[in-house]
C-alpha cells in the first residue's frame, strides 16, 4: 500500500521500498525464444568472486566481505540518493525502456495505437522547451476552478474532481478488497492530504525534523511565487498549508499503526459515513466522483476523518483554497510543468530530504513517468523484446521448489501446534504464482496521449487511472491484475490476494541467470521468493487467512508463541542506530525482516534438497568457493548498495525495509548454518549471542 502511485490503497508488501522513491519530484537470458534477446548487461553476475574483498574476515562483517569490490566499482553516481544492485538494473531496464521509447515516438502510419500513445507521451514528455513555453497556461482551468470555490459547501464536487487527476488533497477514495469478504470490492476512503513523506515528518521535535519543516515552507513559499503570487503573501501561503498539514497529520495513524490491519478496518455504508461527515456532503462527492452512492465503505481512519470534518467547518474559505492551490502545484511538478518548479520540487524532496546531487535526465524521468503512466502498454513491447519464456519456467519451477520447502519446515516447527499447522499449509497451498507479466493486459484505448501536450497527457492519465480503479466497486475481484509494471526491479506479496508476484524486470542478471549454477541462483532470487511467501506469515500477512480474508485462524497459545519470537527481532533491530541519533524501527521494520530471515531460511532448505536430488559435492570448490558458501556469497551480493547519509535518514525512519547492510549481516547473524560454512564463531560479530527465529 505505501509503494504504488496508481493505487492509494493497498496491503501489499515488496521485497525493496520502489526504487529511486524520494527521488520522483512527485510523491510513485539465456535461451532466445521468438523475438527475445538476453537482456543482460555484460558484466553482471549473480554470484560474483571479483566482488569479493578478501581482506575483510567474513565472520566479523559478511556485508563488506561481499560487496567492498562492488562499492570501488561503482561510486554513488550524483543523480542517486542511493545506488545499489537493484538500482544497477533499475537503470539497465531504464536504457532498454528509452530504446522502445525512442523507436515508438518517430511519427509513423505503421504504429500500433499502444506504440501511438508510448511514443507520444515519451515524446510530449521530453519537449522540455515547449513546456516552458506554455508556462502556467495548461493547468490554468485548475487553478481556475480553485480560485471559484466560495463555499465548503462547493467543496465536495471540487474534490472529487481533483482526486480524479490525481491531487492528494485531505483524503483518497479507491478499491479495495473487503477485508471480511476478499471475493468483494468495496470503497475504501483512506487518509491522505500530506506534502512531507509521512505524519511524523509534523511532529518529531528533534533539530533535524524542524529544520525539515522550515525548508518545506520555503519549498511550498518558491512554489507559490513561480505560479504568480507576491512574496509575502506566498510566505503566509506556505505557513497555511503547514498548519492545515499539522492538524491532518495528527490526526492520522503512524505509519507503524498503518501495517497493523486491525487498525485500517472500519466498515460501514455510505450512508452512516456520510453522518459522520456533518461539514462535508459525501452524497455530493460520490456524485461528482461517480462513485457508487450506497452501500459498504472502509472508513479506513476514522480519527482522521473526525478531524477532516472539524476542520472543514472551522477553517476559512481562502485558506482551503490555499490548501487546494498548493496539491495541484505539487501533483504536478514534474515533467508536465515548466522546469522551474520541477527543479524546485527536486530540490526539497530528492536533495534536501534525500542528498541526491544532480537532477536525473530528462530521459530517465520520462521513461520512468511512461512506465508509471502507461506501464502495461510499455511493458508488453518491454516482455517481447527482453523477457524469454523459459525465463517464466524456470522462476516458476524455483517458486514450487521453495513452496515445497515451506510445506516441510511448518512440518517440523517446534512452536506451532498440529491444529495452526494444518491452517498454515492450507493458506500456503493457496498462494498463486505470478510471475512475469500480465496474462491479460490492460486496455488503453479509451486513453488519449497527444503529442505536444505533456501537462494534459499526465492529466488524463491519472483520469484513466482513476476511473479504472473506481470501476472495480461492486465487480468481481480480478486476480490477475498487477500492481507493479513488467519491467520493476521489484516484487510483492499481496496477503489479500493472497498471490506472489515477481515482474519479468527483476528477473535477471545480477538476481537470477540461467548461465549460474542453483547455489547463487537459490541464495538470491531464491531468498527473494522466500521473502514474499514469508509475508503470508508475517506480523501482518499472518492476519489473513488462504483466501485472503482477514480472519484468525491461530489458536490463542500459538499466536502469543509467534509473538515472543517476533518481539526477539523487534528488539534486535530496535537497536540498531542506522545514522547518529537515528535507530532502525523495530516494529515498523518487523514484516520485512521476518520476511528477509524466513526467505532466506526457505531457499536454503530448497536448495540443500535440490543439491542432495543432484548428488552434488560440496566440498567441490568453484572460482574458490565452496557451493554453500556461494550460495551465502549471492545473498550477501543482491544487497551491495551505497547510500547517501540523508536517505539513511529517510529510510530508517519511514521505510519498513531495513537498510541493505543489515538485510545482509543481521538476518547471516540469526543463521548458524551461515557460520558453519564460514566457520565463524562466537564471539564473531557474524554470530548472534542470542539469535532469533519464527520461520
Ligand atoms: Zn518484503
Redesign the pocket.
Known amino acids: 500500500m505505501f509503494y504504488c502511485a496508481v493505487s492509494p490503497f493497498r496491503f501489499s ?3 525493496t521500498a520502489v526504487l529511486a522513491a524520494g527521488l520522483a519530484s512527485i510523491p510513485a537470458l539465456c535461451q532466445n525464444a521468438g523475438a527475445a534477446v538476453p537482456s543482460s548487461a555484460p558484466g553482471l553476475r549473480v554470484f560474483d568472486p571479483s566482488l569479493i574483498d578478501t581482506t575483510v574476515d567474513p565472520c566479523n562483517n559478511f556485508y563488506r566481505y561481499s560487496c567492498n569490490g562492488w562499492f570501488k566499482r561503482n561510486p554513488l553516481p550524483a543523480d542517486q540518493a542511493s545506488y545499489g544492485r537493484f538500482t544497477e538494473l533499475h537503470e539497465l531496464n531504464r536504457l532498454h525502456l528509452r530504446q522502445i521509447l525512442e523507436q515508438a515516438a518517430v511519427p509513423s502510419s505503421t504504429r500500433s495505437a499502444n506504440e501511438q500513445k508510448i511514443g507520444d507521451e515519451y515524446a510530449s514528455c521530453m519537449d522540455a522547451e515547449a513546456v516552458n513555453k506554455l508556462g502556467l497556461a495548461p493547468i490554468k482551468p485548475e487553478l481556475d476552478r480553485i480560485a471559484a470555490l466560495q463555499s465548503s459547501s462547493e467543496l465536495p464536487a471540487l474534490l472529487a474532481h481533483l482526486h480524479s487527476i490525481g491531487v492528494n488533497a485531505f483524503f483518497s477514495l479507491g478499491s479495495n478488497q473487503d477485508f471480511a469478504d476478499s471475493s468483494n470490492m468495496i470503497s475504501f476512503y483512506n487518509a491522505g492530504g500530506l506534502g512531507l513523506p509521512e505524519r511524523d515528518y509534523y511532529t518529531r521535535t528533534d533539530a533535524k525534523s524542524i529544520e525539515q519543516r522550515q525548508q518545506y515552507v520555503a519549498l511550498v513559499s518558491k512554489m507559490f511565487t513561480l505560479a504568480g503570487e507576491p512574496g509575502a503573501q506566498a510566505a503566509k501561503d506556505a505557513e497555511t498549508v503547514l498548519a492545515i498539514e499539522t492538524r491532518l497529520a495528527k490526526a492520522s495513524l503512524t505509519i507503524t499503526e498503518q501495517r497493523d490491519p486491525q487498525n485500517l478496518n472500519h466498515p460501514t455504508d455510505v450512508a452512516a459515513f456520510e453522518k459522520e461527515l456533518t461539514h462535508f456532503s459525501l452524497a455530493d462527492y460520490v456524485a461528482a466522483a461517480h462513485a457508487p452512492a450506497a452501500g459498504k465503505v472502509n472508513d479506513s481512519e476514522p480519527s482522521f476523518f473526525a478531524e477532516f470534518n472539524a476542520l472543514i467547518a472551522d477553517t476559512p474559505i481562502e485558506q482551503i483554497r490555499t490548501y487546494l492551490r498548493w496539491h495541484l502545484l505539487h501533483a504536478y511538478a514534474g515533467t508536465g510543468l515548466p522546469e522551474s518548479f520541477d527543479h524546485e520540487s527536486w530540490n526539497f524532496y530528492s536533495h534536501i530530504l534525500n542528498g541526491a546531487e544532480k537532477q536525473q535526465e530528462r530521459w530517465k524521468r520520462c521513461t520512468s513517468r511512461v512506465d508509471r503512466e502507461l506501464g502495461e502498454a510499455l511493458g508488453q513491447a518491454y516482455v517481447a523484446k527482453y523477457f524469454p519464456p523459459a525465463e517464466k519456467q524456470r522462476t516458476l519451477e524455483m517458486t514450487l521448489a521453495i513452496e515445497q520447502a515451506m510445506d516441510k519446515d511448518i512440518d517440523g516447527l517446534n512452536w506451532m501446534s498440529a491444529a495452526t499447522k494444518v491452517k498454515a499449509k492450507e493458506k500456503l497451498h493457496a498462494v498463486m504464482n505470478k510471475i512475469g507479466y500480465p496474462d491479460k493486459w490492460r486496455d488503453y484505448s479509451t486513453l488519449e496521449i497527444v503529442r505536444d501536450d505533456s501537462l494534459g497527457n499526465e492529466m488524463r492519465a491519472r483520469a484513466f487511472e482513476s476511473a479504472r480503479d473506481l470501476a472495480k466497486i461492486g465487480k468481481p475481484v480480478d486476480k490477475g491484475e498487477w500492481e507493479m509494471t513488467p519491467p520493476t526491479v521489484n516484487a ?2 499481496d496477503p489479500q490476494m493472497n498471490n506472489v508476484n515477481f515482474p519479468a524486470g527483476y528477473l535477471q542478471p545480477p538476481f537470477f541467470s540461467g548461465l549460474e549454477g542453483d547455489a547463487a541462483n537459490y541464495g538470491d532470487m531464491g531468498s527473494t521468493i522466500g ?2 511467501l514469508t ?1 503470508g506469515f508475517d506480523d501482518e500477512g499472518r492476519q489473513f487467512d488462504r483466501d485472503g480474508n482477514l480472519r484468525n485462524w491461530w489458536t490463542k497459545k500459538d499466536e502469543k508463541k509467534f509473538t515472543e519470537r517476533a518481539e526477539c527481532m523487534v528488539k534486535q533491530y530496535d537497536a540498531i542506530e542506522a545514522v547518529p541519533g537515528v535507530h532502525l524501527n523495530g516494529k515498523l521494520t518487523l ?2 525482516n521476518l ?1 528477509d530471515l524466513g526467505g532466506l531460511w526457505l531457499a536454503w532448505l530448497a536448495w540443500l534438497d535440490k543439491a542432495e536430488a543432484a548428488h552434488l559435492d560440496m566440498a567441490t570448490k568453484m572460482d574458490g568457493y565452496t557451493p554453500d558458501q556461494r550460495f551465502w556469497i549471492a545473498y550477501a551480493q543482491q544487497w551491495c548498495t551505497q547510500t547517501r547519509p540523508e536517505q539513511l535518514r529517510s529510510q530508517a525512519q519511514g521505510d519498513p ?1 531495513a537498510p541493505d547492510e543489515y538485510r545482509t549481516n543481521t538476518v547471516l547473524q540469526d543463521l548458524p548454518e551461515f557460520a558453519k560454512s564460514f566457520s565463524c564463531r562466537k564471539p564473531a560479530a557474524m554470530v548472534s549471542p542470542k539469535p532469533c527465529r519464527v520461520w
Open positions: 508488501v515488496a521485497v510483492y506479496y521473502h514474499e509475508h514484516g520485512e520476511a525495509h
